[in-house]
């Protein structure tokens, strides 16, 4: 998942080396020829499949291409061992419960290695889902691809909570607790963008309050975890480890962040969004958008180009 509070991240561990142009300042290297004999030494069964690094505009995991029908996914930065270990089986878990509730296609999880050939952390081995991503080819004005996008929500949403409501740091709880994050954000921003003007929509959006209870969401529906065929309909979906409960408010970033002025009513009306939702959604599609404009500006241009592209759908019907 693409978080936009990665800069807080420890600097502790290391591994082969150090990428000198990566997407983090403490981005852990890894290459194909240990990828190589990662697999072999581990899953004999591969061995000798060819493994080919693919160039990703993701920000948490490197992926290699492994023959024609794998993938495997090496964590970028730092982290303890035995969390990113239950990361992998969570993620796991929520491919297999998302698979049953969806008609879409979502890449499953086969395998976790462990540290080996230099570097340092688990990592996995998932089947490999043909496609294009969002990012690739943008689907935004698709009349197809937007009601394509309801459905995915609204099958999303259909899968029970048990009971379970949202806990941890990142988005989809309490708008004012990232409070600090957006100050970090307004102030490495004065460079690229109007921040008193935000500013000002922060202070609205900040106070929006909850009514609805926490529904299932997948909590990064971004162009480049959503799949597209050549007609502009949605196909598959990436990064599921996110699956949750949240905020109804939060998978609605989607219309932000994958469709335009056009079908963007596609989606408020396909899920019966009220007004108070809808606005909920500008905030936590703002909360994200501002920490990638600044944040990958020149290590990873495509996220930040995603970021300033929100913001700026975010005041196109907006009198803020």
């Not at 000798?48 to 996914?73: C, K, Q, W």
């Not at 996995?124 to 690739?136: F, L, M, Y």
């Not at 609805?212 to 799949?227: C, F, K, W, Y």
């Not at 932000?256 to 408020?268: F, G, H, M, N, V």
Request: proline share 6%.
């Amino acid at each position: 998942m693409i978080t936009n509070k990665e800069e807080a991240a420890p600097h502790t561990k290391r591994g082969w080396g150090r990428q000198d142009r990566g997407v983090h300042t403490d981005q852990i290297a890894i290459e194909a020829a240990q990828v190589s004999g990662l697999v072999s030494s581990q899953f004999p069964r591969w061995a000798g499949l060819p493994v080919r690094r693919l160039s990703t505009e993701g920000t948490v995991n490197a992926v290699f291409r492994i023959g024609d029908g794998l993938a495997a996914r090496f964590p970028l930065r730092p982290g303890d061992p035995q969390e990113i270990a239950e990361g992998f089986a969570q993620e796991a878990e929520a491919a297999r419960k998302i698979a049953e509730h969806i008609r879409f296609r979502v890449s499953q999880q086969l395998a976790q290695g462990e540290p080996g050939w230099g570097y340092p952390l688990p990592w996995a081995v998932q089947t490999w889902v043909d496609g294009c991503t969002a990012s690739e080819a943008d689907p935004s004005g698709s009349v197809g691809f937007a009601e394509d996008l309801v459905e995915l929500v609204r099958d999303l949403r259909g899968i029970d909570t048990g009971g379970r409501e949202f806990t941890g740091s990142g988005r989809g709880g309490n708008l004012p607790d990232h409070d600090d994050w957006m100050e970090k954000c307004f102030a490495k921003s004065g460079d690229i963008l109007d921040v008193p003007s935000w500013r000002r929509r922060w202070e609205f959006w900040r106070e929006l309050p909850r009514t609805a209870p926490d529904i299932m969401n997948h909590g990064d529906l971004i162009p480049g975890n959503v799949l597209v065929s050549p007609e502009g309909r949605l196909t598959g979906v990436l990064d599921v480890g996110g699956l949750g409960p949240a905020d109804p408010a939060l998978d609605l970033i989607s219309a932000w962040s994958l469709l335009s002025a056009q079908t963007r009513p596609i989606l408020r009306a396909g899920l019966d969004c009220d007004d108070l939702t809808w606005e909920r959604s500008r905030a936590w599609a703002f909360e994200q958008a501002m920490g990638l404009g600044w944040y990958y500006a020149t290590s990873n241009p495509g996220m930040s180009r995603l970021g300033l592209r929100m913001l700026g759908r975010l005041v196109e019907t907006s009198d803020l």
